[in-house]
Nanobody, 114 residues
Framework: QVQLVESGGGLVQAGGSLRLSCVASGPNFSAASMAWYRQAPGKQRDLVARITRDGTTDYADPVKGRFTISRDNAKNTVYLQMNRLEPEDTAVYYC????????WGKGTQVTVSS
């Protein structure tokens, strides 16, 4: 079974930065597609960024130019560098792994104050 553990969330003022980390346990991390999603109360869970096994990245329009997703296969870890944060970025951020089946982390709270 795959286990995903997110960390790095917290409270930050608008314009600040955070780096989220997601550590995966289990096989086949290097072959998996990884992604970050976020969900605010009362709203759907939306894709933020994703990175394929070969390093190709994709971002949701609201975070383009501000967020960067990366991965370190040696550490079974995916990162989300979040710069110039805005109050609209406030949400629980979830790590997702896709390799035949999809696995989700439990999420880490990001709160951006204005």
């Amino acid at each position: 079974q795959v286990q995903l553990v997110e960390s790095g969330g917290g409270l930050v003022q608008a314009g600040g930065s955070l780096r989220l980390s997601c550590v995966a346990s289990g096989p086949n991390f290097s072959a998996a597609s990884m992604a970050w999603y976020r969900q605010a109360p009362g709203k759907q869970r939306d894709l933020v960024a994703r990175i394929t096994r070969d390093g190709t990245t994709d971002y949701a329009d609201p975070v383009k130019g501000r967020f960067t997703i990366s991965r370190d296969n040696a550490k079974n870890t995916v990162y989300l560098q979040m710069n110039r944060l805005e109050p609209e970025d406030t949400a629980v951020y979830y790590c997702r792994l896709a390799f035949f089946l999809v696995s989700w982390g439990k999420g880490t709270q990001v709160t951006v104050s204005s």
